[in-house]
Antibody, heavy 117, light 110 residues
Framework: EVQLVESGGGLVQPGGSLRLSCAASGFTLSSYWMHWVRQAPGKGLVWVSLSDNDGSNTGYADSVKGRFTISRDNAKNTLYLQMNSLRADDTALYYC??????????WGQGTLVTVSS | QSALTQPRSVSGSPGQSVTISCTGTSSDVGGYNYVSWYQQHPGKAPKLIIYDVSKRPSGVPDRFSGSKSGNTASLTISGLQAEDETDYYCCSFAGSYTWVFGGGTKLTVL
């Protein structure tokens, strides 16, 4: 059974940093492109970042470019999102999800990031 | 990377059909056949219901269908059921390893 489990969320002050993790099981991470998608409380889905199969190609939403870095450790079947210079508007539930250009098939349950002083 | 435009809400009676539009630009929806749709119930992760504009993943009822014309994609739900009442999001590949979601549509089954 495919499973994605996010962790690493929490309360952080503006300007602070967090690293999110997404542990994959039931499949080989290296076979999939992986994304982070976030959802602010009561708001819609927003695509954040992509890593291709081996991390050689990545993509970022304009709102996080230069502040967030996606990476993966295929040997550990784990995806990461390093988030720096966090702002209040980064407050959201962060999901990891699998998918290429066609669509995002498997989703985790998300990890909540709250940026507040 | 502007969000795709969806109506904030749509409604229909049980058994009827509703269509949710998703308007982008030639740089996203109009430029690629990589539009997907997601259903999200409150407190749950999104679920993929349409990919590649009009394909259904295994297990998704054929009441759900997708199409595209120019810069606008559409999701049609026929034979509305009470369980269809929830939020729906479109998403499109936007080139250069980026994607963009729509703002979401709340479907009410009257």
């Amino acid at each position: 059974e495919v499973q994605l489990v996010e962790s690493g969320g929490g309360l952080v002050q503006p300007g602070g940093s967090l690293r999110l993790s997404c542990a994959a099981s039931g499949f080989t991470l290296s076979s999939y492109w992986m994304h982070w998608v976030r959802q602010a409380p009561g708001k819609g889905l927003v695509w954040v970042s992509l890593s291709d199969n081996d991390g050689s190609n990545t993509g970022y939403a304009d709102s996080v470019k230069g502040r967030f870095t996606i990476s993966r450790d295929n040997a550990k079947n784990t995806l990461y999102l390093q988030m720096n210079s966090l702002r209040a508007d980064d407050t959201a539930l962060y999901y990891c999800t699998t998918g290429g250009s066609s669509g995002f098939e498997y989703w985790g349950q998300g990890t909540l990031v709250t940026v507040s002083s | 990377q502007s969000a795709l435009t969806q109506p904030r809400s749509v409604s229909g009676s049980p058994g009827q059909s509703v269509t949710i539009s998703c308007t982008g630009t030639s740089s996203d929806v109009g430029g690629y056949n990589y539009v997907s749709w997601y259903q999200q119930h409150p407190g749950k992760a999104p679920k993929l219901i349409i990919y590649d504009v009009s394909k259904r993943p295994s297990g998704v009822p054929d009441r759900f269908s997708g199409s595209k014309s120019g810069n606008t994609a559409s999701l049609t739900i026929s034979g509305l059921q009470a369980e269809d009442e929830t939020d729906y999001y479109c998403c499109s590949f936007a080139g250069s390893y980026t994607w963009v979601f729509g703002g979401g549509t709340k479907l009410t089954v009257l």
